[in-house]
């Protein structure tokens, strides 16, 4: 699977809602994230482009690995995620058996996200309103499609942050900000 991704600095939360009220979505989840990055022992994710993470939503646990960017205006990349067992024993054992395995941890990304679900021309997508700790507001449009749907998926991604009058792209992840933001 693909995900297919954009990102954009200085969200005005009140007028995304307003924008996506008037399309009849009003209904937003809320949660709290952290982010567990971590670094390969055989090479350099940031190098390579890659991304691997722990993710904790409430007791949940995932990992994730996405791939490298495969297009430089749109974030488009491989993503593979697999849920773990719930809880903070679970989350703290994945992390030493990566550790044990060569693992490094790179830093940790704490957020508050509220997204909504809307289908736009056939597609699902994801509208997360984000507000990550050390680095503010983030808008971000995403779409989970298969590399045959890449195209069609681009195509709407594209057209409804221009709808939603998004503009202010910003490709850098998060990890990526906040190591910057902390000169590493």
Same mark, same amino acid.
Do not use: G, T, Y
């Given at each position: 699977m /693909?995900?297919?991704e954009q990102k954009f600095a200085d969200a005005d939360f009140a007028d995304l809602q307003r924008r996506l009220a008037a399309w009849g979505v009003t209904d937003f989840t809320t949660r709290r994230e952290e982010d567990h990055y971590l670094n390969a022992p055989d090479r350099d994710f940031k190098a390579t482009g890659e991304a691997f993470? /722990?993710?904790r939503v409430g007791p949940a646990n995932f990992l994730t690995y996405k791939g490298p960017r495969l297009d430089p205006a749109v974030k488009i990349r491989p993503e593979l995620e697999i849920a773990l067992r719930d809880g903070d024993a679970a989350a703290d054992e994945m992390l030493r058996l990566l550790g044990h395995l060569g693992y490094?941890?790179?830093?940790?990304v704490r957020k508050t996200r509220r997204f909504c679900h809307l289908t736009r021309q056939g597609l699902s997508l994801d509208v997360c309103l984000d507000e990550v700790e050390e680095l503010g507001r983030?808008?971000?449009l995403e779409i989970l499609a298969p590399e045959e749907g890449l195209a069609a998926a681009r195509a709407v991604l594209l057209e409804t942050a221009r709808e939603l009058g998004l503009a202010r792209v910003e490709q850098r992840s998060y990890l990526t900000m906040l190591l910057a933001s902390r000169g590493q």
């Open positions: /693909l995900e297919i993470r /722990l993710r490094r941890p790179v830093a940790v983030f808008a971000e």
